[in-house]
């Protein structure tokens, strides 16, 4: 017997929930990226386990997009963190950075 | 238990000790090794999902490009000790049990708390879910029904990397650019101050200074 879908779908809550932990819980805009990064994977997971489950392959393909959409937002946004650290303000905590605050 | 079950859960426990470990350290070059630990077992998990390619693509894209492109970023970024202060927000109260409310509904929704039944790993046969994952299966599709998509992702990352150029690429001897900067940053305390002075005069107190 193969794992069952809950297990991965377990899995996958639980590792979504320490993502979303992560992007609230901490103000280092580096470590609130990487947990959005897990908070990707968890879906990947999750989207996986159902391709498996229902035997259709769309499910791996748009896992196939998200990791092309979630390669091109890391390089975005890391310019966008090397660009206000070097010519904004010299600092890595989210709450320094209010360009946009009315 | 049987052998892909017991592996699933070794893989599990280190990806789920791996994740906690990102978002608990303080130092985010540690958060983004464990991060590669967390990918790493993840694609161990597809291979046993019948994923192998994806597998193979994750572990490329993410361990070796994008948690890559993190590390230069801090190399670039000089992170100073100073810069490392202050890590968690002033929420936690809130921010934390609302994380694990989010768990417990999760968690009951896949494990079967709601009157979900064990599922099976596949409503297919065996020999069918072996073939779903492999690489001629996925680029027949992927050249099919999922041409456009498949060319404008090439679009995606072609913008991607001009973008992350654009942002990125500005050379830090423009002393143009840091003049307008400063003028900016001058402009910005000045309204600042201006506020603070005819509302509130607490509102000059920097962000993080009451923590």
């Known amino acids: ?102 | 238990m049987t052998a892909p079950v017991a592996v699933f859960i070794a893989l599990a426990a280190v990806a789920v000790v791996s994740g906690l470990n990102v978002i608990l350290r303080r130092n985010p070059v540690h958060s983004a090794i464990f991060l590669a630990f967390t990918i790493v077992c993840l694609a161990g998990i597809f291979v046993l999902l019948n994923a192998e390619f994806i597998a193979a693509t994750e572990v490329i894209v993410y361990a070796g490009a994008i948690i890559v492109l993190f590390l230069f970023t801090m190399m670039l970024l000089d992170i100073r000790g100073g810069m490392l202060a202050h890590q968690f927000q002033s929420q936690t109260g809130v921010a934390a049990p609302v994380a694990v409310l989010l768990l417990i509904c999760l968690l009951g929704v896949a494990i079967g708390v709601f009157n979900f039944s064990f599922l099976p790993a596949a409503s297919i046969s065996a020999a069918k879910a072996a073939q779903l994952g492999s690489v001629q299966n996925l680029g027949q599709e992927l050249y099919s029904n999922f041409l456009l998509p498949f060319e404008l992702a090439s679009l995606v990352l072609t913008v991607g990397l001009v973008g992350a150029i654009g942002l990125a690429g500005r050379r830090v001897e423009d002393q143009e650019e840091a003049e307008r900067v400063a003028e900016a940053q001058a402009f910005d305390a000045e309204i600042r101050a201006r506020e603070g002075g005819a509302l509130e005069p607490e509102d000059e107190e920097p962000v993080g200074a009451h923590h």
């Not at chain 1, 819980?25 to 229902?54: G, K, T």
């Open chain 1, 1 to 102: 017997m193969d794992v069952p879908l809950n297990y991965a779908l377990a899995l996958a809550a639980v590792l979504f929930v320490t993502g979303l932990a992560g992007v609230i819980l901490r103000r280092n805009i580096l470590i609130i990226f990487m947990s959005v990064e897990l908070m990707l994977n968890a879906v990947n997971l999750q989207l996986l386990a159902f391709s498996r489950y229902f035997g259709n392959v769309n499910g791996q393909i748009f896992v196939f997009f998200v990791l092309v959409v979630a390669a091109a937002e890391a390089a975005v946004g890391l310019a966008i963190i090397v660009s206000l650290v070097r010519h904004y303000k010299d600092s890595l905590m989210a709450d320094d950075f209010n360009l946009l605050k009315g």
